[in-house]
């Protein structure tokens, strides 16, 4: 592995070099970071589907009784995509880590990788970062509320009151994933020892997001750009449905395949342009290009050294 020669070029860019750069990253790699993470997302898209069957409708416009019902159903399964998205694409944050460097991974030391951080990613990801919280509220919504009217309108009051919190947490705090899967910084002290990093999370979170209003702005704008290829991906299945079947509606598998589909592809891709922003981050705050290059220049002095003394 030669740190200087990265697959992506080491250098500081703007938030429109980096939006190109995601696109031409899922051009490349995309055939890799789809299996990896199809195999995240799998799981989460069942569960999605399970906690929101009650709530499926087969018939309605959103201007009538059971159009509420679909938006309500649309809203609900954006929201739980969003927030389970950083550790359903964990596996495709570790490809791209290694694909940065040219190192090959198979889908057992993948998973093996997070694995070993289980307790950090229960800890950030799943509680703090608000993966379970949202699951329950939802579930318990749909499975055990008394009054259903309360829970088709108070409960998703709440609902997205949760989810703009968890938002409002990314959008200044994205780079929980990276720090976790990639710099493998433990939650506590007591598993610092296991660690080749002597960071704490806490500590790296705090230090890697000091440029709060920049990444807030990068937030925003993916959010913008999420919310435009949502329309596009889910226009274009309708169309293709309507062209192929001859129906020319919102019908239930939109709700049930495609646009569940669609927020997961667009979780692929926020997924690859939030580890380009945590690049770009680090080159700018962190001196990271100089860094890399230095530690190659190290490595090859090394290893001349040990071919000498070989020699």
Not at 7 to 21: F, S, T, V, W
Not at 34 to 50: C, R
Not at 297 to 306: S, V
Request: hydrophobic content about 55%; some cysteine; aromatic content about 14%.
């Amino acid at each position: 592995m030669q740190l200087d020669k990265t697959a992506i070029a080491i250098k500081q860019r703007n938030l429109d070099e980096l939006l190109d750069l995601s696109l031409a990253v899922l051009r490349r790699f995309g055939p890799a970071l789809l299996q990896t993470a199809l195999l995240g997302a799998l799981p989460f898209a069942l569960l999605n589907g399970l906690l929101l069957s009650s709530s499926m409708v087969m018939r309605g416009y959103l201007f009538d009784q059971d159009g509420w019902l679909r938006f309500r159903f649309l809203v609900c399964m954006a929201m739980l995509v969003y927030t389970q998205a950083p550790l359903a694409m964990a596996g495709v944050t570790i490809k791209l880590g290694n694909l940065m460097f040219g190192i090959q991974s198979s889908k057992q030391q993948t998973l093996k990788a997070i694995g070993k951080q289980w307790f950090s990613v229960f800890g950030i990801l799943a509680m703090l970062r608000g993966i379970f919280p949202m699951i329950a509220l939802i579930g318990g919504m749909e499975y055990f509320s008394l009054n259903r009217d309360f829970a088709n309108y108070v409960g998703t009051f709440w609902i997205s009151m949760v989810a703009f919190m968890i938002a409002a947490i990314r959008s200044v705090r994205p780079f929980a994933p990276e720090i976790l899967f990639l710099e493998k910084c433990p939650l506590f002290s007591l598993k610092r020892k296991e660690s080749r990093n002597p960071m704490l999370f806490g500590q790296r979170s705090k230090r890697l997001h000091q440029a709060g209003g920049e990444l807030f702005q990068a937030s925003f704008f993916a959010g913008i750009v999420s919310a435009v290829f949502l329309l596009i991906l889910n226009l274009t299945f309708v169309f293709l449905v309507g062209s192929l079947a001859g129906a020319w509606e919102w019908g239930w598998w939109m709700d049930l395949f495609f646009y569940p589909l669609a927020l997961w592809a667009i979780a692929l891709w926020g997924t690859i342009l939030r580890f380009l922003v945590y690049m770009n981050t680090r080159i700018g705050a962190e001196g990271w290009e100089l860094e890399l290059k230095l530690k190659a220049e190290a490595t090859r002095f090394q290893d001349a050294e040990a071919r000498n003394r070989v020699e």
